[in-house]
């Protein structure tokens, strides 16, 4: 076990290492004027006065030409000093949008969030029995082969990967936080309150493109159950255990989302809701 010194160091370091990228960071993107390169006192005693003058006018002169070739080069690609401003804010949209968090929001969003990690946990409860059936001592139950163990450790592996990362930890989970963090008690319709795990699922009250998605989803993995259950023995329980792997996966991905934005008060980051536009 790391010590208390080495526990408390360890952000320390990071912090130092924030506020030095922070300040060279800030020392490239400031308007004052750069100053001249310090020389030796030997030099200084060596240059007279006005050789030291014009150096300085000479500087001086090279910064302003290279901000002018700078603005000249930004107006021949059609562009010009608002470009740098949408930068700017752009950049600072991908720090995170400040959640301003109040009592209200904060027991709405966790009614979105945890109400669909209720529903994952449900599935996975069901599912779960089914996926280690292979591995019980059960009456009339045949251990699986080499070739069907194989087949159920890469089935686990490819839904961790597609379903569990892919799906869930870069697209799905970000949406749900992010949406369950956009209730406010005394803004929001009172089916958004209540229906909140679905609203957090972009089912509805969302773009047009993400309800499409939302739902054919949704559809899709009932099909899916729906044809897995067909399959014989061992095969539905190796496809079970990918499930099964892959909804953990977005459990805990939800819930360490949810957490991080709870604590910090700041959304996911280069997360869009997918809220539909406001009528005029």
């Not at 966790?110 to 409860?125: E, F």
């Not at 949406?179 to 679905?198: C, E, G, K, M, Y």
């Not at 255990?241 to 819930?255: C, M, N, Q, Y």
Request: aromatic share 8%; glycine share 6%; proline share 6%.
């Amino acid at each position: 076990m790391p010590s208390a010194l080495t526990m408390h160091s360890r952000p320390s370091f990071s912090l130092i290492g924030i506020a030095v990228l922070s300040n060279i960071a800030s020392g490239f993107s400031c308007n004052a004027q750069v100053p001249p390169l310090p020389t030796s006192a030997f030099i200084r005693n060596a240059v007279p006065t006005s050789a030291s003058c014009s150096m300085n006018s000479l500087n001086k002169n090279i910064f302003q030409q290279r901000d002018e070739d700078i603005v000249s080069s930004l107006h021949a690609r059609g562009g010009d000093s608002t470009e740098l401003g949408a930068s700017a804010a752009s950049s600072d949209a991908a720090v995170g949008k400040d959640l301003n968090l109040t009592t209200g929001k904060v027991l709405a969003s966790l009614w979105g969030s945890c109400g669909m990690v209720y529903i994952l946990v449900k599935a996975i409860k069901r599912v779960l029995p089914i996926a280690l059936e292979p591995f019980t001592k059960a009456e009339g139950v045949v251990p699986l082969t080499q070739f069907q163990l194989a087949a159920y450790i890469l089935t686990c592996l490819w839904f961790a990967y597609v379903e569990g990362y892919k799906g869930f930890q870069l697209k799905f989970s970000p949406l749900v936080v992010s949406r369950s963090f956009t209730l406010d008690p005394s803004s929001s319709p009172i089916h958004h309150l209540i229906f909140a795990p679905f609203y957090s699922m972009a089912l509805f009250h969302a773009t047009k493109k993400r309800m499409i998605v939302s739902w054919s989803v949704s559809i899709g993995v009932a099909a899916v159950v729906a044809a897995v259950k067909r399959l014989p023995y061992p095969w539905r329980n190796i496809v079970d255990a990918g499930v099964v792997v892959g909804l953990t996966w977005g459990t805990v991905s939800i819930l360490g989302g949810y957490i991080i934005s709870l604590a910090t008060g700041i959304a996911p980051i280069d997360v869009d809701p997918a809220l539909p536009e406001k009528k005029q």
